[in-house]
């Protein structure tokens, strides 16, 4: 029997999740959260038992508390400008009970494999041995947990390990006194070596790095830069991103001004980096910066610029795959970091499964999946409907050369976006015309197959 408010699995409590949840909660739709740890906050939930969490113990977020905050539940005003992880995870603490969450949440029983059903709706596996029924599924199982190793010839003989398993300079090894190789240049591949190359630690640190990156500063005339940061949808995105590329080298300087490799783009053509204390390592001598690597052997590194150095560790901070350990391979997957979803919600021809927290949101994550929320429960409760397949896959087709044509076409830029076009494209466009469609077809006919537990271990 087919029925009007789905019953919805939330496949995660980080905060894609949680903000599902949360906006689920607030329209009356019934749901069920499914997390594999014993808390909530995924990436920012430091040891996280689950495995999932990519935070080291030094970790403050790089965006700041003024661009992060939920729309509905700012940020402690006593927080300082850029929180340690700690507060994070307080803040999303909080947020679960502030909305009291906790209670939809089933902690210790991930969804193993879900299988979709012939007429329609989900059969899920837990790791409690349970099977279960739900009408609506979100999957909101987070992107930066899968580590994701690059591939160079030869061999290497000493320690090889990913960002992913850094916590600090005496774990998961002492790194005191070695030679150290960080590969990559992104927030953490920055980070991990600044913290390494403390004299105090009598190492030496050298960073490996295929495009190079612009670095940012994090402020700006005394306040935290981002809070300069605001795309507008009234004026050509290609202009704004032809405004910055000029502003750039005046306000931080070139790439090459702190020894770094000439970068094989322009400025917001990549992810930009974001760090005060990496162009003082670099321009202190603390860390040496090289192109690409060429080959291994041994414990010798060979670059692409015909130069090579002996090291005792690679740590590789090379980005993370976009993983769904529960669906079938040949179901949904995302070779090659690309997931093709409309809205990055929508995946075309299966109507009954949603997406959260799928992108590289810039400037940051927290408030485009709380934006994300309010389209999945408003489709719930039949206040919004997607457009047919064909116009989905062509607007999917037309936001991506939107969003990304000008980036560097790399996995880790599959996904990336601004967060202020996107939600203002949500807001006043995709929303009230979702509202007409559903108006003219009809709210979603449910499959009716929601159920208690079907079986049990």
Same mark, same amino acid.
């Given at each position: 029997?087919?029925?009007?408010?789905? *019953?919805?699995?939330v496949?995660?409590?980080?905060?894609?999740?949680?903000?599902?949840?949360?906006?689920?909660?607030?329209?009356?739709?019934?749901?069920?959260?499914?997390?594999?740890?014993?808390?909530?906050?995924?990436?920012?939930?430091?040891?996280?038992p689950?495995?999932?969490?990519?935070?080291?113990?030094? %970790?403050?977020?790089?965006?700041?508390?003024?661009?992060?905050?939920?729309?509905?539940?700012?940020?402690?005003?006593?927080?300082?400008?850029?929180?340690?992880?700690?507060?994070?995870?307080?803040? %999303?603490?909080?947020?679960t009970?502030?909305?009291? *969450?906790?209670?939809?949440?089933?902690?210790?029983?991930?969804?193993?494999?879900?299988?979709?059903?012939?007429?329609?709706?989900?059969?899920?596996?837990?790791?409690?041995?349970?099977?279960?029924?739900?009408?609506?599924?979100?999957?909101?199982?987070?992107?930066?947990?899968d580590?994701?190793?690059?591939?160079?010839?030869?061999e290497?003989?000493?320690?090889?390990?990913?960002?992913?398993?850094?916590?600090?300079?005496?774990?998961?090894?002492?790194?005191?006194?070695?030679?150290? %190789?960080?590969?990559?240049?992104?927030?953490?591949?920055?980070?991990?070596?600044?913290?390494?190359?403390?004299?105090?630690?009598?190492?030496?640190?050298?960073?490996s790095?295929?495009?190079?990156?612009?670095?940012?500063?994090?402020?700006?005339?005394?306040?935290?830069?981002?809070?300069?940061?605001?795309?507008?949808?009234?004026?050509?995105?290609?202009?704004?991103?032809?405004?910055?590329?000029?502003?750039?080298?005046?306000?931080?300087?070139?790439?090459?001004?702190?020894? *770094?490799?000439?970068?094989?783009?322009?400025?917001?053509?990549?992810?930009?980096?974001q760090?005060?204390?990496?162009?003082?390592?670099?321009?202190?001598?603390d860390?040496?910066?090289?192109?690409?690597?060429?080959?291994?052997?041994?414990?010798?590194?060979?670059?692409?610029?015909?130069?090579?150095?002996?090291?005792?560790?690679?740590?590789?901070?090379?980005?993370?795959?976009?993983?769904?350990?529960?669906?079938?391979?040949?179901?949904?997957?995302?070779?090659?970091?690309?997931?093709?979803?409309?809205?990055?919600?929508?995946?075309?021809?299966?109507?009954?499964?949603?997406?959260?927290?799928?992108?590289?949101?810039?400037?940051?994550?927290?408030?485009?999946v709380?934006?994300?929320?309010?389209?999945?429960?408003?489709?719930?409760?039949?206040?919004?409907r997607?457009?047919?397949?064909?116009?989905?896959?062509?607007?999917?087709?037309?936001?991506?050369?939107?969003?990304?044509?000008?980036?560097?076409q790399?996995?880790?830029h599959?996904?990336?976006l601004?967060?202020? *076009?996107?939600?203002?494209?949500?807001?006043?466009?995709?929303?009230?015309?979702?509202?007409?469609?559903?108006?003219?077809?009809?709210?979603?006919?449910?499959?009716?197959?929601?159920?208690?537990?079907l079986?049990e271990?």
């Amino acid at each position: 029997m087919r029925h009007d408010l789905p *019953l919805t699995a939330v496949i995660g409590a980080g905060i894609s999740g949680l903000t599902s949840g949360k906006m689920l909660a607030d329209y009356g739709v019934p749901y069920t959260c499914f997390e594999s740890s014993d808390r909530v906050g995924g990436n920012w939930a430091f040891g996280n038992p689950n495995g999932h969490s990519s935070a080291y113990r030094s %970790l403050h977020i790089d965006t700041s508390k003024h661009q992060l905050s939920f729309r509905d539940f700012p940020m402690p005003a006593e927080y300082p400008d850029f929180p340690h992880h700690t507060q994070i995870k307080k803040y %999303l603490d909080d947020y679960t009970d502030a909305f009291g *969450l906790r209670g939809n949440i089933e902690f210790g029983n991930g969804v193993t494999h879900a299988r979709r059903l012939d007429s329609g709706g989900w059969e899920l596996a837990t790791e409690r041995g349970e099977t279960r029924r739900f009408d609506l599924l979100v999957v909101a199982n987070g992107h930066h947990w899968d580590p994701r190793l690059p591939e160079f010839p030869g061999e290497f003989s000493g320690v090889q390990m990913h960002s992913h398993h850094y916590i600090d300079p005496r774990t998961p090894m002492d790194f005191a006194g070695k030679r150290i %190789l960080v590969v990559g240049l992104g927030n953490s591949a920055a980070d991990i070596a600044v913290e390494l190359s403390s004299k105090a630690l009598e190492t030496t640190v050298t960073i490996s790095t295929r495009s190079s990156a612009w670095i940012v500063p994090k402020y700006f005339a005394g306040k935290p830069a981002d809070k300069y940061y605001h795309t507008s949808p009234y004026i050509p995105f290609s202009w704004q991103r032809k405004f910055t590329q000029i502003m750039q080298p005046l306000s931080a300087g070139r790439p090459e001004d702190y020894g *770094l490799p000439t970068p094989n783009h322009k400025f917001f053509e990549a992810h930009p980096t974001q760090s005060v204390e990496l162009p003082l390592r670099l321009g202190s001598g603390d860390v040496t910066a090289k192109g690409n690597i060429d080959r291994l052997d041994g414990n010798t590194v060979h670059f692409a610029d015909g130069t090579s150095g002996d090291f005792d560790v690679i740590i590789y901070a090379t980005g993370y795959n976009i993983t769904f350990p529960f669906f079938d391979p040949d179901f949904i997957s995302a070779p090659g970091n690309r997931i093709d979803l409309y809205k990055r919600i929508f995946y075309p021809g299966i109507d009954d499964v949603v997406f959260a927290g799928f992108a590289q949101s810039t400037p940051t994550l927290f408030p485009f999946v709380e934006c994300q929320a309010r389209v999945i429960a408003a489709y719930a409760i039949g206040r919004y409907r997607p457009p047919a397949e064909a116009d989905m896959h062509r607007i999917i087709a037309e936001d991506q050369e939107y969003y990304t044509g000008h980036m560097l076409q790399t996995a880790r830029h599959t996904q990336q976006l601004d967060h202020y *076009l996107y939600e203002h494209d949500i807001r006043t466009k995709e929303l009230p015309a979702g509202a007409e469609r559903a108006a003219r077809q009809g709210a979603p006919q449910w499959a009716g197959v929601g159920t208690e537990i079907l079986q049990e271990a």
